[in-house]
């Protein structure tokens, strides 16, 4: 893995992802992989194993585009209300390590600081409302108020022209290779892979895009340029 170097003074804008770069992946592959699964078999008299091969191809078929993050289209999709369900089991919502710190320090240093997440408007506000981020954010910003996912170029020229972001001038942070390649296409000078998205999960490395496993470097160098 190449180990990840900021120049913040080329840094206005800082744009960070949500599920497995400040929260842990972990919340979002129980519920999608072995919670869900579960109830729809339990709802429509199946075997988890029947269950899993029906959504499979379902979960194919829209991968990177905006309806695989949708709430709305699965509810029709499954006939299951998922936001109850993901209450359900709310619990397992959790802030990776070294994010707060990290989020004081960009605050600290006058940068702005924007959530960018492919979640869903409600599943969004379940996750700040358990993990109160949001008091750190100048904007959450969910690709379904732009009509375009992360992986798609209509979400990064939205984000641009309505939140006045320089892209050349921005650092990204994301777990997602196609999210990041989408970022680094549309001109968004930093782009770093976060390595470490599940607390549970094995390390990850994107070819291509330096990487981290937290925020714990960035942290330090930020109060270093700071202190210049």
């Not at 339990?42 to 379902?58: D, I, K, N, S």
């Amino acid at each position: 893995m190449l180990a990840a170097a900021v120049d913040w003074t080329q840094v206005e804008t800082v744009l960070l992802d949500m599920d497995g770069t400040l929260l842990d992946l972990h919340f979002d592959d129980y519920f999608w992989l072995e919670y869900m699964p579960q109830r729809y078999a339990q709802q429509h008299g199946l075997t988890l194993a029947q269950a899993r091969a029906r959504l499979r191809p379902w979960f194919r078929a829209v991968e990177g585009t905006l309806d695989w993050y949708c709430l709305d289209h699965w509810h029709r999709r499954l006939a299951l209300d998922l936001v109850a369900l993901k209450h359900e089991v709310a619990h397992k919502i959790a802030v990776l390590p070294h994010v707060p710190e990290f989020l004081q320090a960009v605050r600290r240093s006058g940068r702005r600081l924007l959530l960018v997440t492919n979640a869903h408007p409600r599943s969004l506000e379940l996750k700040v409302g358990r993990t109160g981020l949001d008091i750190y954010f100048d904007r959450l910003v969910s690709s379904h108020e732009f009509g375009a996912a992360k992986e798609h170029p209509d979400f990064w020229s939205r984000l641009c022209r309505d939140e006045r972001v320089e892209p050349a001038r921005s650092l990204f942070v994301d777990d997602s290779p196609a999210v990041l390649q989408s970022a680094r296409r549309c001109g968004v000078g930093q782009v770093v892979a976060m390595c470490a998205p599940d607390s549970r999960g094995t390390l990850r490395e994107i070819d291509g895009f330096p990487g981290i496993l937290d925020f714990r470097a960035f942290t330090g160098t930020l109060r270093a340029a700071a202190a210049r």
